[in-house]
T-cell receptor, first 114, second 114 residues
Framework: NAGVMQNPRHLVRRRGQEARLRCSPM?????VYWYRQLPEEGLKFMVY????????ESGMPKERFSAEFPKEGPSILRIQQVVRGDSAAYFC????????????FGDGTRLSIL | SQQGEEDPQALSIQEGENATMNCSYK?????LQWYRQNSGRGLVHLIL?????REKHSGRLRVTLDTSKKSSSLLITASRAADTASYFC??????????????FGKGTKLTVNP
């Protein structure tokens, strides 16, 4: 049973370009979460989605960032017009459709902005 | 804002010794979770303790929870070099709206020397 799959593992973009990060949750999981981690820091919550719905986006910057989890296909975190401060590791996690369950994490996408 | 705060920030021990890490949190919780992160990897769920539980065991792990002090501890007994990792506590704050986002501390970096 495959775990949470994130791709790409590493992504390099120049300032002003767009970054698209993909996450396929574990089989049977309908909840997806995105977190951002800076070096030597803990993870910071960005957005929580269920299929086709954004449940909580309280941690997501209001501009340039968007997320979706379509009926078919992976969840996408999209960062437009990237800036140097967007450099970080972005982790996706998933959980089943039952309350207060442990989250299963992917290995992250390391985004570097030149 | 930080919900969980781990203590100490870094811990270095010899193989075979026990390692104790502490976590404090701020708001009411349904449960508290501990995760491990190896360098360059995603987080791995270790153990979940519910707010009505005081102690929980899983293999060489022992977790305690004191809701009156809003604190938890993670004990790893008979440590091994493979236990070298960062350890995070995380809580889903009790909030309205059904969001199950996790709020993480900055972690304890554990080094187990062979």
């Amino acid at each position: 049973n495959a775990g949470v799959m994130q791709n790409p593992r590493h992504l390099v973009r120049r300032r002003g370009q767009e970054a698209r990060l993909r996450c396929s949750p574990m089989k049977g999981h309908s909840h997806v979460y995105w977190y951002r981690q800076l070096p030597e820091e803990g993870l910071k919550f960005m957005v929580y989605l269920q299929k086709e719905n954004i449940i909580d986006e309280s941690g997501m910057p209001k501009e340039r960032f968007s997320a979706e989890f379509p009926k078919e296909g992976p969840s996408i975190l999209r960062i437009q017009q990237v800036v140097r401060g967007d450099s970080a590791a972005y982790f996706c996690a998933s959980s089943p459709d039952r309350v207060f369950q442990p989250q299963h994490f992917g290995d992250g996408t390391r985004l570097s902005i030149l | 804002s930080q919900q969980g705060e781990e203590d100490p920030q870094a811990l270095s021990i010899q193989e075979g010794e026990n390692a104790t890490m502490n976590c404090s949190y701020k708001t009411s919780i349904n449960n508290l979770q501990w995760y491990r992160q190896n360098s360059g990897r995603g987080l791995v769920h270790l153990i979940l303790i519910r707010s009505n539980e005081r102690e929980k065991h899983s293999g060489r792990l022992r977790v305690t929870l004191d809701t009156s002090k809003k604190s938890s501890s993670l004990l790893i007994t008979a440590s091994r070099a493979a236990d070298t990792a960062s350890y995070f506590c995380a809580t889903p704050p009790l909030t309205q709206g059904g969001s199950e986002k996790l709020v993480f501390g900055k972690g304890t970096k554990l080094t187990v020397n062979p």
